[in-house]
């Protein structure tokens, strides 16, 4: 009981850390819940359940300050969605080490913002949402997203770290609206990764149960906390907790190998 209320505790603080930039937080729950005792894929299970709810509640703060896409989530997402699940279902087959070096090298740095829109031609969309005008290459997008969801599945991340830069640099999407999106993106695909585990035998409720009640609650006011937040300073969390998550993992996995 003590070990899961601290463990608790850290996920509660990380959920609204995560929330508040879109990323869902799997490269962060996955190291602490090994840290915690459990094995990779116990973990990874877990992971995408907390992923799951506190995409749903921050979506809500999200949506309700007209910050989600949803024309731009229901078109790229689907394939990862539909790869989350695969992977989520073979990561069983695979060894927690090598899933900790997989984890590690799926994440990206800093990115930045750029306008992206021009003549209609056959795979782009233009895309006009509000104020802001950006350009879906899908040719891009498709291959990219169905990756993104078989590796984020297997490993149990939501994918964020990988969404969010696409949406950015290659869509020219505005951080504040590639953040609420990319949380209802993760809410779809953590539902699918943790199907995938689930079926696999990977499902520990005695430990995701509580940990995903406390996580739920962060994710919420993680949310409202990003509406208020600059621009500037959420792409610098997103970049800054990329990279510690990633170090994080590739030590734990030569520690545990």
């Avoid at 003590?2 to 190291?31: C, E």
């Avoid at 990319?182 to 409720?205: E, K, Q, R």
Wanted: charged share 10%.
């Amino acid at each position: 009981m003590i070990k899961i209320a601290i463990t608790s505790s850290v996920i509660f603080v990380l959920a609204v850390l995560m929330s508040m930039v879109g990323r869902g937080g799997g490269n962060f729950y996955v190291p602490v819940l090994i840290a915690s005792g459990a094995s990779m894929n116990i973990a990874a299970t877990s992971a995408q359940l907390i992923l799951m709810m506190t995409a749903i509640v921050a979506t809500l703060v999200f949506h309700k300050y007209k910050t989600v896409d949803w024309k731009l989530a229901l078109a790229i997402d689907p394939p990862t969605d539909i790869m989350a699940f695969i992977g989520g279902y073979l990561a069983h087959y695979f060894a927690g080490c090598y899933l900790k070096f997989l984890f590690a090298f799926f994440m990206l740095g800093p990115v930045k913002e750029y306008v992206s829109y021009g003549k209609r031609r056959f795979g782009y969309w233009n895309r006009s949402f509000g104020e802001y005008n950006y350009r879906v290459n899908f040719w891009m997008a498709i291959p990219i997203t169905a990756t993104v969801g078989f590796f984020a599945g297997m490993i149990g991340i939501s994918g964020g770290s990988f969404k969010i830069p696409f949406m950015v640099l290659a869509c020219g999407v505005p951080m504040r609206i590639a953040i609420g999106t990319s949380s209802a993106m993760v809410a779809a695909t953590a539902l699918m990764g943790f199907t995938g585990h689930a079926i696999a035998g990977d499902f520990n409720p005695a430990l995701a149960i509580p940990v995903t009640c406390v996580a739920a609650i962060g994710g919420l006011l993680g949310g409202k906390i990003s509406i208020r937040t600059n621009p500037v300073r959420l792409k610098k969390i997103f970049a800054y907790t990329t990279l510690v998550a990633a170090v994080f993992m590739v030590i734990n996995a030569f520690v545990t190998k």
